[in-house]
């Protein structure tokens, strides 16, 4: 019996070498994961932030670290891992695109990091959230996209109507009538939010405006 519980482990036993490497390894992860959750918390550009996202880019650079360092030496595992992974069906939709990106990056840094590349990685790093922070600054540049809730009374229609034709891009997105009221949603890009709101509260009949950031495609 002895001498079959040595054997199990016998594989197994890690040297002060290996330790340290995977020490290192996941110490990196934490650090790596949480800079790349920074990065995504500070070029947010949504209306609703995800603290439960942040926290699994952290949560992927580590646990995809040490399953590299498990397997990066035997080929046997890396394909039973690849079996593994295969049957694992992820049912939450992702509902921005560039959220994707950002978990690629947090697994490719796990993976790198996992094959003991550890200057690449690092690079890799500072040079991908550079590039990300200036392309998203780029693409929020200038005028922003918003719905325009407005609710008026029916007699106030046709002066809304021709005061939002006069924004460049604009389209109805709903109407709905209540008796003597009606309330139309918009969707507007403007750079002066504030010159809007206050230009529609000067016609008569208007009971409220909103204007809420909308980060869908205006065509």
Same mark, same amino acid.
């Given at each position: 019996?002895? #001498?079959?519980?040595?054997?199990?482990?016998?594989?197994?036993?890690?040297?002060?070498?290996? !330790?340290?490497?995977?020490?290192?390894?996941?110490?990196?992860?934490?650090?790596?994961?949480?800079?790349?959750?920074?990065?995504?918390?500070?070029?947010?550009?949504?209306?609703?932030?995800?603290?439960?996202?942040?926290?699994?880019?952290?949560?992927?650079?580590?646990?995809?670290? @040490?399953?590299?360092?498990?397997?990066?030496?035997?080929?046997?595992?890396?394909?039973?891992?690849?079996?593994?992974?295969?049957? +694992?069906?992820?049912?939450?939709?992702?509902?921005? @695109?560039?959220?994707?990106?950002?978990?690629?990056?947090?697994?490719?840094?796990?993976?790198?990091?996992?094959?003991?590349?550890?200057?690449?990685?690092?690079?890799?790093?500072? !040079?991908?959230?550079?590039?990300?922070? +200036?392309?998203? #600054?780029?693409?929020?540049?200038?005028? #922003?996209?918003?719905?325009?809730?407005?609710?008026?009374?029916?007699?106030?229609?046709?002066?809304?109507?021709?005061?939002? $034709?006069?924004?460049?891009?604009?389209?109805?997105?709903?109407?709905?009538? #209540?008796? $003597?009221?009606? *309330?139309?949603?918009? *969707?507007?890009?403007?750079?002066? @939010?504030?010159?809007? !709101?206050?230009?529609?509260? $000067?016609?008569?009949?208007?009971?409220?405006?909103?204007?809420?950031?909308?980060?869908?495609?205006?065509?």
């Amino acid at each position: 019996m002895d #001498n079959l519980t040595a054997d199990l482990f016998s594989s197994q036993t890690l040297g002060v070498s290996s !330790l340290l490497t995977i020490i290192v390894t996941m110490v990196l992860a934490l650090v790596l994961g949480c800079a790349i959750a920074w990065v995504y918390r500070r070029n947010y550009r949504g209306v609703m932030f995800s603290g439960n996202f942040t926290l699994t880019l952290i949560m992927m650079t580590l646990i995809t670290a @040490p399953v590299v360092l498990c397997i990066k030496n035997s080929v046997a595992l890396s394909m039973g891992m690849v079996g593994a992974l295969s049957i +694992v069906r992820f049912r939450t939709a992702v509902k921005d @695109p560039l959220d994707t990106a950002y978990m690629f990056w947090a697994l490719t840094t796990g993976i790198l990091l996992g094959a003991g590349q550890f200057l690449l990685t690092v690079v890799a790093m500072v !040079l991908i959230a550079i590039m990300m922070t +200036v392309l998203v #600054n780029i693409q929020s540049k200038g005028v #922003n996209s918003y719905l325009l809730v407005i609710r008026a009374s029916a007699e106030a229609e046709r002066s809304i109507a021709q005061l939002v $034709s006069g924004i460049r891009i604009q389209k109805l997105k709903s109407k709905t009538v #209540n008796g $003597s009221s009606v *309330e139309m949603t918009y *969707e507007v890009r403007v750079d002066k @939010p504030d010159a809007l !709101l206050n230009r529609l509260q $000067s016609v008569a009949g208007v009971q409220d405006a909103t204007l809420v950031s909308y980060q869908g495609e205006t065509a």
